[in-house]
């Protein structure tokens, strides 16, 4: 039970960090505060990934099968959005912030 706890409550911090969104960089027009937003929230989406990787192992092995399952898929949707956000990134964003 103990496991199951620490595995919610690592889920529960994830969210509130992947949540947060400084007001500040949300509203600024200029583009270096947007590529500065962006690789705050790339860093956030990495720890959240490593998060989810870890609470999926300690799943396994513990035997919960459904919940590693559901953290895989979980997993699985982040590295798609990582990969979709860096593309934005490199092909929108920093061309013009070198331009």
Known sequence: MA???WIAWSI????????????????AASTIA????LRTRDGIRHYEMSRYG????????????DAAKLL???????QA???????IATSV???KAEG
């Open 93 to 95: 964003v920093n061309q």
């Open 54 to 65: 870890t609470l999926r192992t300690w799943a396994l092995e513990l035997g919960l099968k």
């Open 34 to 37: 947007r590529v500065d937003f």
């Open 12 to 27: 529960a911090l994830t969210a509130t960090l992947i949540s947060f969104k400084p007001a500040a960089c949300s509203r």
């Open 81 to 87: 959005t990582d990969i979709a956000l860096t593309g």
């Open 72 to 78: 895989q898929t979980t997993l699985d949707e982040e």
């Open 3 to 5: 496991a199951f706890c």
